[in-house]
């Protein structure tokens, strides 16, 4: 059958879509079924919705109390733990009094998607105003949820954004008529994450509602990192939560066909059952922890910094509207001005080294200032990324990243120490991991020496396309064990202030995607995120990316040469030795930078892409650097 015959059929399904809306009657009807259903009534009548007293929340509201017009005062707490960025969520959920806005990328149904979905009904069973708004590609793929979600209260408000046809589900070949037909607006997507209670303090970063984003995956996790930000900042992220709430492409729930449809053919209410979690106790316990005030104080409020300048800043929902309006990138702008004005040191942790034309620009202005700044980078291997197709398009320009603007580069390794460590601080209290690895016994943490208690976890989410297997299944390795992959997005300048959000430093997130952060300007807060990424960069942790050293000579430098030039091609980069390779530390060795004299002799090569298996993913990545150039803002 040729191409021709294949697309009609997508064609059509693609007039078909673009041509059913609903009616304002069917609009209509589904929420008078809505308002009309059982079980909606307020639970609670006291000023104060009958919330839980949270620390967290009590300070920033000091913190605003204490602020001047002309001497604000924030407090800001660095979330790298995920335990205590999950409990911490836990907790201001529980003491709303007024309102709960949040915003994701993902939500997942497994266990942590449904404990944090299960504690925001309650808040607005109880009186709480709560808005939730999730990108529609990878949120609530779940009809029968989505009903029960617009049935449940009054209260809650749930929002999809950007719904190519309306639709809450993205099937096959809805997913293949968006490419065809609506590519650009189909390939910009709200990256945004955002927990925000009562407009006084608000939790953002990388984190979505899924496991892996909280150790709660036995076999496969994410290093990831949150900042949570208290006092008037709280304001700056309800202007911008507002804007996106209000914009044209956030759907309500009763607008979208699917879930319209599914509302007006059964109008019994469905209710509103009680979550089942793989590990109830696993459960209980971070319940228990949000409502403790000594474990709130040790592991979140002890690490809280009181600062004067702390602004959150998101790139506003015109971005995807107009792509190439500076005006709609005011996070990516101003990232952007970060670093153009770094005197003597960046550091950037990003799950992609893929870099827009603009950081290009800025990287190779800095490296060639005298004395240069130092650039340091915390990135994936190929062995911990689940997004192989984009680690191609790094490997491709590794050559230009070393020569043309001096990065440091450390890719993490599948099992790195750090990894393993906060795992275990997640799941401790356990004589075995899910998959029979032993895990340590109850005791301190490497980091900061206190004691932890945790459980394990599974996890499991429908794919793009429907299917019921795992998602982003990273390609396979030659050694055994858990597996971790970097998710963290940071940026520390000059020891002097940091960044941590949702912004990748990468094409996609320059251009399509709009994306969120904080930037908090104190050194003491600068330090913390610094060490946190540095933590990662060392030798049990990450490979060192470095100049592969010729072994024969001339023929050594005709390859390199060779592979030079064949990286410099925007299609038919083929040839496979390339210019840099991962090198492991030597036994005995003081970490050392490439640019060191003796670094040959305390690094041994271990190959391009070490630990992971011949395989087709293997295959695509190389097919990628041939042939990925131009697709750079799509990966």
Same mark, same amino acid.
């Given at each position: ?6 697309? &009609? ?74 335990? /205590? ?12 009094? !007024? ?23 309650? /808040? ?18 779940? &009809? ?68 892996? %984003? ?7 996790? %994410?290093? =990831?990192?949150?900042?949570? /930000?208290?006092? +008037? ?13 209000? !914009? ?35 459960? /209980? ?35 995807? =509207? ?48 005298? +004395? ?114 970097? !998710? ?18 990468? +094409? ?12 908090? %300007? ?60 991962? %090198? ?52």
């Amino acid at each position: 059958m040729s191409f021709r015959w294949l697309l &009609l059929p997508v064609l059509l399904l693609v007039a078909l879509l673009q041509g059913c809306t609903l009616s304002r009657a069917q609009i209509r009807e589904a929420g008078a079924i809505v308002a009309a259903s059982p079980g909606r009534e307020d639970s609670c009548h006291q000023a104060d919705r009958c919330a839980t007293p949270s620390p967290l929340l009590d300070a920033a509201q000091q913190a605003i109390a204490d602020s001047t017009s002309e001497h604000p005062v924030n407090t800001v707490t660095l979330l790298d733990d995920s335990e /205590a960025a999950l409990v911490a969520r836990l907790s201001l959920i529980r003491a709303a009094q !007024h309102s709960i806005d949040v915003q994701t990328y993902i939500w997942d149904e497994d266990d942590i998607g449904q404990l944090v979905l299960n504690e925001l009904v309650q /808040a607005a069973r109880r009186g709480v105003q709560v808005r939730i708004l999730a990108d529609q590609l990878f949120s609530f793929g779940d &009809l029968g949820l989505l009903d029960r979600l617009a049935r449940v209260s009054p209260n809650l408000e749930v929002k999809l954004y950007n719904p190519t046809f309306h639709d809450a589900q993205t099937p096959p070949l809805q997913f293949a008529a968006g490419v065809l037909c609506c590519f650009m607006k189909f390939n910009q997507r709200m990256h945004n994450k955002l927990l925000l209670v009562d407009d006084a303090i608000g939790i953002t970063g990388g984190r979505n509602y899924q496991n892996r %984003y909280f150790n709660w995956d036995p076999d496969f996790d %994410y290093l =990831d990192r949150d900042v949570m /930000a208290g006092g +008037p900042v709280g304001r700056e992220m309800a202007d911008s939560f507002a804007l996106f709430w209000n !914009h044209r492409r956030s759907v309500p729930l009763i607008r979208l066909r699917d879930v319209n449809r599914r509302i007006r053919s059964d109008r019994a209410a469905p209710g509103w059952p009680a979550p089942h979690y793989t590990d109830p106790a696993r459960v /209980a316990r971070a319940q228990a922890e949000a409502e403790d005030p000594d474990w709130l104080a040790a592991w979140i409020g002890d690490d809280t910094l009181r600062v004067s300048q702390v602004n959150y800043f998101s790139d506003l929902p015109a971005k995807t =509207d107009e792509p190439t309006k500076r005006s709609a990138r005011e996070l990516t702008g101003r990232l952007m001005r970060m670093v153009a004005d770094a005197k003597h040191e960046v550091v950037v942790q990003t799950p992609y080294l893929v870099l827009s034309k603009r950081a290009q620009d800025i990287f190779k202005r800095l490296h060639r200032e005298n +004395p240069s700044p130092s650039i340091i980078i915390s990135t994936n291997s190929l062995a911990a990324t689940d997004a192989f197709a984009v680690y191609g398009l790094s490997y491709k320009h590794r050559r230009r990243y070393l020569t043309e603007y001096g990065f440091q580069i450390h890719e993490l390794k599948p099992h790195a120490d750090s990894a393993a460590e906060a795992w275990e601080e997640a799941n401790e209290d356990q004589d075995d991991g899910p998959t029979g690895q032993p895990i340590a016994a109850p005791g301190k943490s490497a980091k900061s020496g206190k004691p932890r208690q945790r459980f394990p976890g599974n996890e499991r989410r429908p794919g793009v396309f429907g299917s019921h297997g795992r998602r982003n299944r990273p390609a396979p390795l030659r050694s055994n064990g858990r597996r971790y992959s970097l !998710h963290a997005k940071s940026m520390v300048v000059d020891d002097s202030f940091a960044m941590v959000g949702s912004h990748n430093f990468d +094409p996609r997130s320059d251009h399509y995607n709009t994306e969120a952060g904080v930037i908090v %300007y104190d050194p003491r807060f600068a330090s913390e995120v610094r060490a946190s990424i540095l933590e990662d960069t060392l030798p049990q942790n990450a490979w060192t990316i470095a100049r592969r050293e010729p072994t024969i000579p001339v023929l050594g430098d005709i390859s390199q040469a060779i592979g030079n030039l064949s990286s410099r091609l925007p299609l038919f980069d083929l040839w496979p030795f390339r210019y840099a390779t991962s %090198y492991e530390i030597k036994p005995g060795c003081a970490p050392l930078a490439p640019d060191n004299p003796k670094f040959q002799e305390c690094y041994t090569p271990v190959g391009d892409f070490p630990d992971v298996a011949i395989s087709p993913k293997l295959i695509y990545t190389r097919l990628i650097t041939a042939f990925g150039a131009g697709v750079k803002g799509i990966l």
